[in-house]
């Protein structure tokens, strides 16, 4: 079974930082791009940023020059360095992998169960 497992949400105040980290697990043969989205209420799930195993990196308009994704292909994690938070970064935060599975002969877009992410003061 594949995992992918988010973690370090949270309640920050506008213009603070704050770190998610996100590992997919099991039984994996290959890992090619992760990436970070997010839901806030009432809105479509977007992306917010992706990385290649190469490390080559896309990001929305909305959070570039604040975010910074980054991953260690080695252990199949994903990182999103969240700085100078503003009140509409507020969303569930989700991690994505596609993930080729030793026991299917294809990839597959694994989800993670989300992490709430509120910027209020």
């Known amino acids: 079974q594949v995992q992918v497992v988010e973690s370090g949400g949270g309640l920050v105040q506008p213009g603070g930082s704050l770190g998610l980290s996100c590992a997919a697990s099991?039984?994996?043969?290959?890992?090619?791009?992760m990436g970070w989205y997010r839901q806030a209420p009432g809105k479509q799930r977007e992306l917010v940023a992706t990385?290649?195993?190469?490390?080559?990196?896309n990001y929305a308009d909305s959070v570039k020059g604040r975010f910074t994704i980054s991953r260690d292909n080695a252990k199949n994690t994903v990182a999103l360095q969240m700085n100078s938070l503003k009140p509409e970064d507020t969303a569930v935060y989700y991690c994505?992998?596609?993930?080729?599975?030793?026991?299917?002969?294809?990839?597959?877009?694994?989800w993670g169960q989300g992490t709430q992410v509120t910027v209020s003061s």
């Open positions: 994505n992998a596609n993930v080729r599975p030793s026991y299917l002969t294809f990839f597959i877009s694994a």
């Open positions: 099991g039984s994996i043969v290959s890992v090619l791009l």
């Open positions: 990385i290649t195993r190469e490390g080559t990196t």
